[in-house]
């Protein structure tokens, strides 16, 4: 009886965790793509970009 349960809750929580899965590889691959072009940029404009880009990030 047990193991049921166990096995229910694990296909019940199998879909909350794919989509959680989901999210952060999508916000890992926008951030890193974000990162790339702040790379690019030239250095006089890099350090006021790089403070709004870590201030989104928190907020």
Same mark, same amino acid.
């Given at each position: ?25 999508? $916000? +890992? #691959? /926008? ?5 790339? !072009? %702040? ?6 404009? $890099? +350090? #006021? /970009?790089?403070?709004?880009y870590l201030l !989104? %990030?928190?907020?």
């Amino acid at each position: 009886m047990f193991w049921n349960l166990v096995r229910y809750e694990f296909k019940n929580v199998n879909k909350w965790y794919l989509a959680l899965y989901a999210a952060v590889l999508f $916000l +890992s #691959v /926008l951030i890193g793509i974000q990162t790339q !072009s %702040l790379i690019k940029l030239p250095e006089k404009n $890099l +350090s #006021v /970009l790089l403070f709004f880009y870590l201030l !989104s %990030l928190v907020v």
